[in-house]
Each structure stands twice: as structure tokens, then as C-alpha cells.
């Protein structure tokens, strides 16, 4: 069973740097790749990044797509949330999830719904 859990959220003023983690296991394909959401206050859950496992090419959706990286560690089954220069419009829920195909498409970020969710870390920035 795939298990995913978040860490590294918190309370940070704005212009500051997170790193957010996503700790992974329990797959046993290469079926599935890592997507990072948020969800704000009041608003829907939205798709952020994804790294595809098979080959670790990153996406970004495009508001967030030059302030936020990710990257992996394999050898850790680790995959990161880099985000800098914090926005307080950046205060949510983050999670990571497993969803079958992300991308870009015409320069669009698209991904799959997620058939596995980690628990969320909370994100709060201060103006």
C-alpha cells in the first residue's frame, strides 16, 4: 500500500523559504508519480508541481512555477517542495499525492487525479 507523509510546513514571514518533504513508500510500479497540492482557505484544492518518477522530469503549474522546485532523493524515497520568496496568498494545506500522469500540454500543467493522499502539512505566511 502506498503511504505518503508531508513534512516542513509552518509559519514563516513573507519573503521567507520553505522546503516541504514528502516521505514515500509502498509502491511497487513505476505507475505512479508525485504531485504537490494546496489548499487555501476557502478555496479548491489545486495542483502545484509533479516530478515523474520514471524519469524525473518536473511541472509546474504556472503561477507558482518560479518560486516553488522539486526535486527528489531517491536514495531517501524523499521528494521536495522548495518555496521561496513566500507569498501570504501562499498560506495552505500542502500535500503530496500519487496520481498516474502529470505534464504540460501547450504550455498548460495538467495531472490526474490522485489515487493516494499524505496527511497535508499546514503553510502560513505572515504579511
Not at 516521505?23 to 497540492?37: K, R
Amino acid at each position: 500500500e502506498v503511504h505518503l507523509v508531508e513534512s516542513g510546513g509552518g509559519l514563516v514571514q513573507a519573503g521567507g523559504s520553505l522546503r516541504l518533504s514528502c516521505a514515500a513508500s509502498g509502491f511497487t510500479e513505476d505507475d505512479y508519480h508525485i504531485g504537490w497540492f494546496r489548499q487555501a482557505p476557502g478555496k479548491e484544492r489545486e495542483g502545484v508541481s509533479c516530478m515523474r518518477r520514471t524519469d524525473g522530469s518536473t511541472y509546474y503549474e504556472s503561477s507558482v512555477k518560479t518560486r516553488f522546485t522539486i526535486s527528489s532523493d531517491n536514495a531517501k524515497n524523499t521528494v521536495y517542495l522548495q518555496i521561496d520568496s513566500l507569498k501570504p496568498e501562499d498560506t495552505a494545506i500542502y500535500y503530496c499525492a500519487a496520481v498516474r500522469s502529470c505534464g504540460s500540454y501547450g504550455g498548460t500543467y495538467y495531472y490526474s487525479p490522485a489515487d493516494y493522499w499524505g496527511q497535508g502539512t499546514q503553510v502560513t505566511v505572515s504579511s
